[in-house]
């Protein structure tokens, strides 16, 4: 019963982002900063995020954005791949971030875990994961709109193991999936 759901919500993603796209017709400069996170080393192979980045790959190319695709990155490589993608894009009129995998969030703050992720304990955190806040902190300040599409399953298992072995029952339970996320392009 989850398939139907999850190809509703990608035809939906990429109907979406057309539609939005489609307003920022003028701009000059339209980016895309894609990752398909599935083979990790720690937990089952994910099967959605390949065929779900390929989509939108081709639907943002054929709006006419640049694409920067990757697979199967830890998060030393998405940060360094991130880096050197905004340092190459600046002043964008139109930036695009897509992320496909695991993510967890933790006290309110998500994050987006590395193929290499385990997340045994808090500590991992930073080291394996991508806070998502300071992503889309430097999405804002690299071009003149920004967005943000995170295809993130609510049944992580890395996130639930972690979640159950270091918070409480009830806490773990509260932290299932991805906290709301707020930028400051919001009003």
């Known amino acids: 019963m989850l398939r139907p759901y999850i190809a509703f919500c990608t035809r939906f993603l990429v109907v979406f982002a057309a539609m939005l796209i489609s307003t920022w017709a003028h701009a000059e400069r339209r980016v895309a900063f894609l990752v398909c996170n599935s083979e990790y080393l720690y937990t089952s192979a994910l099967a959605n995020p390949v ?19 990757h697979s199967n990155l830890t998060r030393d490589k998405i940060g360094r791949a ?13 930036t695009l971030f897509y992320f496909a995998g695991h993510g967890t969030q933790v006290e309110g703050e998500n994050d987006l875990v590395g ?63 991805l906290a709301p996320v707020t930028s400051a392009f919001q009003g």
């Open 115 to 177: 193929v290499d992720g385990q997340l045994a304990s808090e500590f991992d955190i930073e080291a394996e994961a991508l806070n998502l806040d300071r992503v889309i902190g430097m999405l804002e300040r690299n071009s003149r709109a920004a967005m943000v599409f995170i295809d993130a399953c609510r049944n992580n298992p890395l996130a639930d193991r972690f979640h159950s072995e270091n918070f409480s029952e009830t806490r773990a339970a509260m932290t299932r999936g």
């Open 51 to 69: 065929r779900d980045v390929a989509r939108a790959s081709e639907t943002l190319a054929g709006l006419g954005f640049e694409v920067d695709q």
């Open 82 to 94: 991130l880096s050197t993608f905004l340092h190459g894009t600046a002043g964008a009129d139109v």
